[in-house]
């Protein structure tokens, strides 16, 4: 959530940083602010609204002149959105800029506390605590100052920080949540995201937490907050600034639903090699792998519905014990974890605050912990024992499509990867099953060339009030994917249920023209399906029928349908969910919705 920028070098700084801000605006946000430091003064502008309102006040930023400086995409937390609660803030005499992710949980105290000392406060945010702060403790040297103060904030945060009277240098510190820098040819930055930086740099540092970053023209100084100095690995980012922008497309959600072929293929091919799962991440031999006694998948929105679909896919594959949990659930439930559980964490920023905390708990527990991510470097990256990452590149629409798409693919490979192990998979099954994997791409890519039939569809239903999706089993995992999407982005009531509950309460809510979405993929499931079909259609419902190929019955009894290629029920997520995802964006589309900046949400959640 919100959105950091920092430079320093020999530009003018004030253009640098609103470019990074516009890249960062996938992140969601309700007011953008920047500060640049100039002739031994600190110059602000905030403006409300989009990011357009604040190039208007500065004129592309050629009215703040200097050449460092920090700046903010704000996501209202503690205050309204308006134009004193935004970012950058200031201590009273306008010489001590800051800029905040996350929350400061003890900000209240804090400002009780500084009340009485004489300060004043004009907004109602808790990032006026830290520009307060430091006035309190700054005498000059802002590296001391800047540890006084993180030994009395609490929670977790990121940090820009500006002074007046340093114009060689800006600072950055993050404690739960994400900073990078990035590294150029006499200029330096820090960001939320590399994609704030790659159109000026693809040297990129990832700090620790409560490590304090000095950015100068000439390149970076880490400290701990006993100013001991701290070195870390500079990393090369593989891809290009290209892959961040929209190619043409008119959101970057369609762009990145029509990427998911060459993700599914990214994905699949480093793994599989001459017939057989290779997952050198995981670094665990076969006959550790047959001991582990439970696996737990944890994650949050989208990342959660790929951790249902795997639970189906485990029992029935690896004959393993599996238990999937929401990351905000899990921490707080007590969880019985033991040390021959194995916990996989499923994220695709890598920075998802309840996830993480998810992970923390497991270690202490004992077991060990596998992340899915997308993120190279990214917080859970860095504290799981082992990392399966997601190749989808950078995903830009707040709505998740090509990632969650990957995170299937790698889950499967897990899958496949323990029931060898454990001697339920090989020979002629293993075979198939490899095959239909190699398949995926290619019927990925058949679904998204019908997209003009699901936009056919979607026109119908863009007055729509309510939908319900149902199905069993996988289906049912798809269905909570498929119900998120178009909550997401085309804000309608939508809901999920499992088929089998329908009777007891769900059916009621049905009236005359309801849309319900049935999924029907999973050939033992196909008749009690059928079924809940016609309970609903007996009350009213217009039914969007989601099937394999040659299921005439469904074909029959839906009002409209689509059809699947076929490939092996436990990889059919993998292509149901195109068509929902594409439903949902089609509908949204007709509605006038901001597909890829949906209200009220925000592409990394990185505070409870």
């Known amino acids: ?21 516009e890249r960062l605006e996938y992140r969601g946000y309700d007011s953008a602010g920047i500060a640049v430091q100039h002739e031994g003064a600190i110059q602000v502008a905030k403006a409300t609204g989009r990011l357009e309102a604040l190039y208007h006040l500065t004129r592309g930023g050629t009215t703040l002149l200097g050449t460092s400086g920090i700046g903010h995409t704000r996501w209202a937390t503690h205050g309204v959105p308006n ?13 001590i800029a800051v800029v905040q992710n996350g929350i400061i949980e003890n900000y209240i105290a804090l400002r009780e506390r500084l009340k009485s000392k004489g300060y004043t406060f004009v907004s109602e945010t808790d ?63 820090m960001a939320s995201d590399v994609t704030a930086v790659l159109k000026h740099t693809r040297r990129v540092m990832y700090p620790g937490e409560l490590e304090i970053a000095e950015l100068g023209t000439e390149g970076v100084q880490l400290f701990t907050t006993d100013e001991e100095p701290v070195t870390r690995e500079v990393s090369e980012v593989a891809w290009d600034i290209s892959a961040a922008e929209k190619g043409g497309y008119e959101h970057f959600m369609l762009k990145e639903m029509m990427e998911q072929p060459k993700v599914v293929r990214d994905t699949l091919s480093p793994h599989i090699r001459d017939g057989r799962i290779e997952i050198e991440e995981l670094k665990i031999s076969d006959e550790d792998l047959a001991r582990v006694n439970r696996v737990f998948f944890v994650a949050c929105g989208s990342a959660y ?48 605050a309840d996830t993480k905390e998810a992970l923390k708990m497991a270690r202490e527990a004992g077991c060990r912990v596998l992340a899915i991510v997308n993120v190279v470097g990214s917080s859970i990256a860095r504290e799981a024992d082992f990392v399966m990452y997601t190749m989808a590149g950078p995903e830009i629409a707040v709505a998740t499509t090509k990632a969650y798409s990957a995170q299937l693919i790698d889950l499967y490979l897990l899958a496949m990867k323990f029931a060898s192990a454990r001697g339920y998979l090989h020979g002629r099954k293993l075979k198939s099953m490899m095959e239909d994997l190699a398949k995926l791409p290619e019927q990925i890519e058949l679904m998204l060339n019908s ?21 069993r089993g996988i289906d049912y995992a798809i269905s909570l994917e498929g119900s998120l999407k178009l909550k997401e982005i085309s804000y309608i009531h939508s809901e999920a249920y499992a088929a089998g509950e329908l009777k007891h309460g769900t059916i009621a809510l049905l009236e005359e023209g309801s849309l319900v979405a049935a999924v029907s993929t999973q050939p033992s499931l196909h008749a009690k399906l059928l079924s809940n079909i016609k309970e609903v259609k007996a009350r009213g419902a217009v039914v969007l029928g989601v099937t394999t190929m ?54 990394s959640v990185t505070v409870e």
């Open 305 to 352: 519905h790929t951790g249902v679909t795997a639970k189906y896919i485990f029992e029935s594959l690896a004959r393993l014990r599996v238990e999937t949990d929401l990351a905000s659930e899990f921490i707080y439930r007590d969880p019985l974890l033991d040390k021959d559980d194995l916990v996989v964490v499923i994220s695709q920023s890598g920075e998802t």
């Open 83 to 95: 134009d004193v609660n935004a970012h950058p803030h200031t201590n009273e005499h306008g010489t």
């Open 1 to 21: 959530m919100c959105g950091i920028v920092g430079y320093i070098g020999k530009r003018q700084a004030a253009p640098v940083i609103l470019d990074g801000l």
């Open 550 to 603: 040659g299921n005439r019955e469904i074909e029959q009894e839906s009002d409209f349908c689509v059809t699947l290629p076929e490939t092996n029920p436990l990889f059919a997520n993998s292509l149901a969910i195109i068509p929902l995802q594409m439903l949902a964006y089609y509908i949204a589309v007709g509605r006038g919705c901001d597909v890829d900046k949906p209200r009220n949400l925000a592409k």
């Open 451 to 471: 997209r003009e039939k699901i936009q056919r569809i979607a026109n119908r239903f863009i007055a729509a009030r309510d939908v319900f999706f149902i199905g």
């Open 127 to 189: 990032t006026e605590v830290v520009a307060h702060l430091l006035d309190y403790y700054y005498q000059g040297d802002a590296r001391k100052a800047i540890i006084q103060v993180l030994q009395h904030i609490e929670g977790s945060y990121a940090l820009g920080i500006q002074f007046a009277d340093q114009p060689e240098a800006i600072f950055g510190v993050r404690k739960g949540c994400p900073l990078i820098i990035g590294l150029g040819d006499g200029e330096t930055f």
